[in-house]
């Protein structure tokens, strides 16, 4: 596609529920990069992808986070048992790769656990 | 891990005013990128800078290494300017994401 595509754009789900966010990076991009960002907060870093490896998790939070990139493109994040300190806007960037900082961004999923 | 720095964190100005944000960070950077987020969350690129200064309509970025330090410029602002405007450095080494800034509320009133 033209840019990066996340979906759902809004997802509200009931505490200790599982939710899947998905990423679509612009094709090509070897290098794809999640994001959470709180209310009031700039983003924060929580996994980076070159390829279908996690090259970097250091971010995600705690052992509720996973996230996969099978096939070296989609990638999706999964969130089990949520909690609602997870509501924030989860952004998903993607650049050519390594060396190549300047990343592309999708319009983001804002969750919301109630 | 790089601390950055934005200042200020509300700004609020009247149409055609000249603008300017900074964004400090503590560590060299390979990078730096200057953002804009709109209410809905999605986020634009505006620039990324690595020396120098680039410009780009009626925005200007400048950015000096030595006193790891970088300014966002607008001139002649407009209502439609109104945004959160995000600096966020690329370290390199161990971790390849971004470490962003709390971003600038900028509010342009007519």
């Known amino acids: 596609g033209a840019g990066v595509s996340q979906t759902p754009s809004n997802k509200v789900t009931e505490k200790g529920k599982y939710v899947e966010l998905r990423c679509d990076p612009i094709s090509g991009h070897t290098a794809l990069y999640w994001y959470r960002q709180s209310l009031g907060q700039g983003p924060e870093f929580l996994i980076y992808f070159q390829g279908t490896g996690a090259a970097d998790d250091s971010g995600l939070p705690n052992d509720r986070f996973f996230a996969v990139r099978p096939e070296g493109s989609v990638s999706t994040l999964k969130i089990q048992r949520t909690e609602r300190g997870d509501s924030a806007v989860y952004l998903c960037?993607?650049?050519?790769?390594?060396?190549?900082?300047?990343?592309?961004f999708g319009q983001g999923t804002r969750l919301t656990v109630v | 891990k790089n601390e950055v720095e934005q200042s200020p964190q509300n700004l609020t100005a009247q149409e055609g005013e000249f603008i300017t944000i900074n964004c400090s960070y503590s560590v060299g950077i390979s990078a730096l990128h200057w953002l804009q987020q709109h209410p809905g969350g999605g986020i634009v690129s505006l620039f990324m800078?690595?020396?120098g200064k680039k410009k780009h309509g009626r925005l200007i970025a400048t950015i000096n290494i030595q006193e790891k330090h970088s300014s966002l410029h607008i001139t002649a602002s407009h209502p439609r300017d109104s945004a959160v405007y995000i600096c966020a450095v690329h370290s390199g080494g161990g971790a390849d994401g971004l470490t962003f800034g709390k971003g600038t509320h900028l509010i342009i009133q007519p």
């Open positions: 960037a993607s650049s050519l790769g390594r060396g190549t900082p300047e990343a592309f």
């Open positions: 800078l690595s020396s």
